[in-house]
């Protein structure tokens, strides 16, 4: 049976409800082959999250860059509108 998804679908978890260390972490594991930073209670969200664009999955994405946002969370917000498929 043929699908018309494509095959490498970006897809963020949802930050609500989560500590940046927490989503950070499931971000990590979903995405392991890109080895990105295993987040610590001394990682910059700044940093961490401008690395995310590095991912070639997210490549032709429209991903935020994090020194518009005050807050991991309203970043990671902003990360999952532009990466998830809307629910129709």
Sequence with gaps: ?????????????DPRGHTFDSWA??????????????PSPQTDWHKWGNGIRAIDVFANEAIPMTDAFNNWQD????????????VN
């Design 25 to 38: 972490s499931l971000m990590c594991e979903l995405y392991a082959t890109q080895q990105l930073e295993i």
């Design 1 to 13: 049976m043929a699908t018309n998804s494509p095959l490498n679908v970006a897809l963020v978890y």
């Design 75 to 86: 970043w990671a917000q902003e990360l999952v509108n532009a990466v998830n498929p809307s």
